[in-house]
């Protein structure tokens, strides 16, 4: 693909038509009234993000401008490529999510089934992001050691999972390859200063990459978390940034009526708090989406989902994501979205042109049922059904909106990726909560830590062993 300006026409729009009480009727629609009574909070919000950008407090926003971290990375990954065939990240949440859904969407389904020849010499991926011992075991049954490289990616340097996973695999190699030959299949992101990972790069020398300070987990994809795993498999990850460079010139637009992030915030604020719309379904029609629509599942929920106001105050907000995949889901999903509560907004995300065109043969031409098809395409089909389920939707007075991509590229992802970034830590803004933490989530992993009896945490090992015993009675 060619520069910025031959990219332009390929920017993602967003239709929100149906979400408004002209579509939709005054009792689950938006209106403009309401949109322009929350012009001061927009405005604070904005102003808010503008200065801590420029205090440098919100690094996440500054990732699309990285032209050294790409050099180093496509210099890195040509190594690689000469010596290994296999990928594999350990991580987990917002440190495996990002490089799950760039594969997804934009290298083949079946990338790691094509031999390294079809793959151009790219690598193949393999995201560990779970411990489930089976799983990990067939994993490593798979894998060659001497053809695989391991990225192992943790922010904090301490998720148990991901460390559980590093020793294993150390192991693992270690009894494989001789000790000297191990430290160059790791590579280690983490933070550059902090955590045990930290201190296992500056003992054993592994070659490392820094996530910046400042980035959490789900705010990471654009950083070396998913830009070095992307870039192994082949994808462009130039086009990945220019696509989110893109999308943050939209989105530092202050009027909400020019800003889809803005605007995608504020409706699904008003929808939740005005309109009792408290679950958020992203429903792509691609295959190849699917796994947006599980990293956005991610950052819409630890972001979001709070106790506590900034103030202090218990607020216990989040409305709650669901993903659902089109045309798949609609003979699951949508029974419940058509005539269940009034409880949901639908997102879809919709691309213009697949990188396919399928043809349906005209055959039974005397079966109605069946003739139909036929002389059309695949592409009809998908696009047809997508439309239909939009309409009926608002038919049935149900808001909706469209994420609309020309083709799913690394430009387009680049700019759908940040654009979700920039709508979560401004509807963050609008709630009044800090979405960059997650002490939900901690206070999990600190009992973990006293199950298994970390030094330190002996205090939370107590809670669990004074804690009641469950009463039999309630297991049959
Ligand atoms: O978004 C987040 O902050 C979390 O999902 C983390 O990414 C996840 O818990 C893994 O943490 P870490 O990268 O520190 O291992």
């Not at 390859?177 to 590579?187: M, P, Q, T, W, Y």
């Not at 462009?236 to 940034?241: E, F, H, S, V």
């Not at 298994?452 to 669990?464: A, D, H, P, Q």
Request: with cysteine.
């Amino acid at each position: 693909m060619g520069g910025k300006e031959s990219t332009k026409n390929q920017r993602i729009t967003f239709d929100f038509n149906n979400m408004m009480a002209e579509a939709i009727g005054e009792e689950h629609g938006i209106t403009e009234s309401m949109i322009e009574d929350l012009s001061e909070e927009i405005s604070r919000v904005d102003q808010e993000l503008k200065q801590k950008r420029e205090e440098g407090k919100l690094p996440f926003f500054d990732l699309p401008y990285q032209d050294e971290l790409l050099k180093e990375i496509h210099d890195f990954v040509t190594q690689l490529k000469s010596r290994f065939d296999n990928f594999v990240v350990l991580g987990i949440g917002g440190s495996a999510l990002g490089a799950i859904a760039l594969k997804r969407a934009l290298t083949s389904p079946f990338h790691n089934l094509l031999s390294k020849q079809e793959r151009e010499g790219n690598l193949r991926l393999f995201v560990a992001d779970n411990i489930d011992p089976d799983g990990f075991k067939a994993l490593l049954r798979l894998l060659n050691p001497k053809e695989t490289v391991c990225n192992v990616i943790s922010k904090s340097g301490e998720t148990a999972e991901t460390m559980s996973q590093f020793l294993i695999m150390k192991e693992w190699f270690e009894e494989k390859l001789n000790r000297e030959e191990v430290k160059h299949h790791f590579i280690i992101t983490t933070d550059k200063q902090t955590g045990n990972l930290r201190k296992i790069v500056n003992q054993e020398g592994y070659r490392d990459f820094i996530i910046p300070s400042g980035v959490g987990g789900r705010f990471s994809v654009l950083t070396p978390v998913g830009l070095l795993p992307a870039a192994a498999i082949g994808i462009d990850i130039t086009q990945l940034l220019a696509g989110a460079e893109l999308m943050d010139e939209v989105c530092q637009k202050s009027n909400v009526w020019e800003n889809p992030a803005y605007m995608n915030g504020v409706l699904h604020y008003l929808s939740d708090l005005k309109k009792g719309k408290r679950i958020s379904v992203m429903m792509p029609y691609a295959d190849g989406l699917k796994d947006v629509a599980d990293w956005y599942r991610q950052l819409w929920a630890e972001s979001l989902g709070k106790k506590y106001s900034l103030t202090g105050e218990v607020v216990r907000i989040g409305p709650t994501p669901l993903k659902a995949l089109g045309v798949t889901d609609q003979h699951s999903q949508l029974q419940l979205y058509v005539e269940g509560p009034y409880d949901k907004v639908i997102t879809f995300l919709v691309v213009e042109k697949y990188q396919e065109k399928i043809n349906i043969p005209k055959l039974y031409p005397e079966m109605d049922g069946v003739g139909y098809l036929g002389g059309h395409t695949l592409n009809e089909l998908i696009s047809a059904e997508q439309m239909a389920t939009e309409l009926t939707l608002t038919k049935n007075k149900r808001p909706n909106c469209k994420i609309t991509l020309n083709n799913i590229s690394p430009f387009t992802v680049g700019q759908l990726l940040y654009m979700f970034e920039v709508q979560t830590a401004f509807t963050g803004g609008l709630y009044r909560i800090n979405p960059f933490d997650q002490p939900g989530v901690e206070e999990g992993k600190q009992y973990a830590c006293g199950i298994l009896g970390r030094k330190g945490y002996e205090k939370k090992r107590k809670e669990i062993e004074e804690m009641p015993s469950k009463n039999p009675k309630y297991v049959i």
